[in-house]
């Protein structure tokens, strides 16, 4: 049975002040101006904010995708900025899972070679039993041999996912994993997301705009201009009106992204 790894004591993510700068053209955007956010083992943090936001941006930071200007990201207690080019590589396969809006599968490769991809070949037959748990879990044992181009939007979704779990990493990581989806469809990949916090115990964080997939989670993280605006407890309650109605609070007089 695939679980979380046990062994390191450390959260699983911990962003310190970090600071991410952009040139853009006479100046210079702050796209992240000292953002804070730790996420314990077995929690399911949403971050949204308004378009422009730094939502992205903090992800790839969390990633190791970027570096940052000032500020520290620790996964599972390894400060990202520590390890050299080919060394984060193998930290980031072996830790982190990212999952995107556009699904970025090989158009050429069946389903259960995407997953495959990125497992380093000596995990051997206990890479197989993972592959059979993961169609399994995900309800894709007969789409298995299928193309990326045979399969459904959330049908797609589902094996980026379970491409993303395939290392067993501390966190997953999620950018707007539904934007892409028709609502129903978009739930279900919320229902996946929430059962692997509930039953496998693993740790997400997830980008978005839509009130209906935050509530999801169990903390909801608010950006606004780089920078930490509030923190919204959904408290279980799955509510899509309560969640719009605490971030349009949180937002202000500003319109809803
Ligand atoms: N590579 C880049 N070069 C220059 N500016 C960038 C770059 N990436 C992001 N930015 C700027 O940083 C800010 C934050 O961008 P980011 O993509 O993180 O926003 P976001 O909250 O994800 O927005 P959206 O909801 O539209 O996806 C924006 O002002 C954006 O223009
Ligand atoms: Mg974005």
Redesign the pocket.
């Known amino acids: 049975m695939l679980q979380t790894k046990s062994s390191s004591q450390a959260i699983p993510l911990d962003v310190q002040q970090v600071v991410k700068k952009?040139?853009?053209g006479g100046t210079v955007?702050h796209?992240l101006d000292g953002v804070s956010l730790s996420v314990e083992p077995g929690e399911f943090v949403a971050i949204m904010?308004?378009?422009?936001?730094?939502?992205?941006?903090?992800l790839h930071a969390m990633a190791g995708l970027i570096d940052v200007d000032a500020g520290r990201v620790l996964v599972a207690g390894q400060d990202l900025s520590q390890l050299a080019d080919g060394p984060l590589t193998r930290f980031r396969r072996d830790n982190l899972g990212i999952v995107f809006q556009a699904y970025n599968l090989i158009p050429s490769l069946s389903a259960e070679d995407n997953i495959r991809l990125p497992a380093p070949k000596s995990l051997g037959k206990q890479l197989d039993a993972t592959v059979d748990e993961l169609f399994e879990r995900f309800g894709m044992t007969a789409r298995r041999h299928h193309k990326p181009g045979a399969l459904s939007g959330g049908e797609q979704q589902r094996i980026a996912i379970a491409r993303a779990l395939i290392c067993n990493p501390t966190i997953l990581l999620a950018d707007?994993p539904t934007g892409s989806l028709d609502s129903v469809t978009g739930t279900q990949i919320c229902e996946l997301l929430r059962d692997l916090v509930d039953n496998q115990g693993r740790s997400i964080v997830m980008?978005t705009?839509e009130p209906h997939v935050a509530m999801w989670a169990d903390r909801i993280c608010v950006?606004k201009d780089?920078t930490n605006l509030a923190e919204l407890q959904t408290d279980g309650r799955r509510d899509p009106q309560t969640v719009a109605q605490q971030y349009q609070e949180a937002l202000g007089a500003e319109t809803v992204?």
């Open positions: 952009y040139p853009q955007v796209a904010g308004a378009s422009g936001s730094g939502k992205s941006t903090l707007e980008v705009h950006l780089g992204a």
